[in-house]
């Protein structure tokens, strides 16, 4: 079954500490991108990725830090600098950048504690 | 630059009845647009996506979607709720950004379906 994943569903956060929230996916899909969704409100971009090993700032990159060492993997890192976290965050993955469709992974949401 | 506006940030159906989600977009090419819909707490389903072959797109569940050029739309129906509907919508345009392609998010329409 191809898809999407991302862990945890839920994650809590401390004030000062940095989170890490996993996205795998089994498409074979080059791009990968994060998005950060607000109550009420439409998707933001936080950081894409059109390649293995490398990866671009999107329109709220501030906070976030990501990595792409493997095709699979794009995982996000909060920093302790991104100072209001709590938001439901959805992985997507496309086959290319131009033009093509992006799917979504389930989502997690993470709280402040 | 492009935009999407959502007309209604909420609409409410009776089960049975027609749905109709209101989209507006601009942008500075000849773009591909999309609907997605989103159940609580879970992440973002494709219902369709248009992409200048034909201007009546038909996606999954009986929905459909109208692009019109002439007045930037691509607005949304079903001809009869079902209470599996009862979601949020987002319309979505993309285009050329900074480096590959960009999509822009509408801010959603919530919809209700009473029984």
């Known amino acids: 079954d191809g898809g999407i994943t991302q862990s945890p569903k839920y994650l809590f956060r401390k004030e000062g500490q940095n989170v890490t929230l996993s996205c795998e996916q089994n498409?074979?899909?080059?791009?990968m991108y994060w998005y950060r969704q607000d109550p009420g409100q439409g998707l933001r971009l936080i950081y894409y990725?059109?390649?293995?090993?490398?990866?671009q700032k999107g329109d709220i990159a501030e906070g976030y830090s990501v990595s792409r060492e493997k095709k699979e993997s794009f995982p996000l890192t909060v920093t302790s600098a991104q100072k209001n976290p709590t938001a439901f965050y959805l992985c997507?993955?496309?086959?290319?950048?131009?033009?093509?469709?992006?799917?979504f992974g389930p989502g997690t949401r993470l709280l402040v504690l | 630059a492009q935009s999407v506006t959502q007309l209604d940030s909420h609409v409410s159906v009776s089960e049975g009845t027609p749905v109709l989600l209101r989209c507006n977009y601009s942008?500075?090419?000849?773009?591909?647009l999309f609907w997605y819909v989103q159940h609580p707490n879970k992440g973002l389903q494709l219902l369709l996506k248009?992409?200048?072959?034909?201007?009546l797109v038909k996606g999954i569940n009986g929905f459909e979607a109208e692009f019109k050029k002439s007045e930037t739309s691509f607005h949304l129906t079903k001809p009869s709720a079902h209470m599996s509907d009862a979601a949020e919508y987002f319309c979505?345009?993309?285009?050329?950004?900074?480096?590959?392609?960009?999509?822009?998010f509408g801010g959603g329409t919530r919809v209700l379906v009473k029984p």
């Open positions: 997507a993955s496309s086959i290319g950048p131009a033009g093509e469709t992006q799917y």
């Open positions: 498409l074979n899909h080059d791009a």
């Open positions: 990725s059109q390649i293995v090993n490398d990866f």
């Open positions: 942008s500075s090419y000849s773009p591909s």
């Open positions: 248009y992409t200048s072959a034909a201007t």
């Open positions: 979505v345009v993309s285009g050329p950004g900074a480096a590959g392609n960009k999509l822009t």
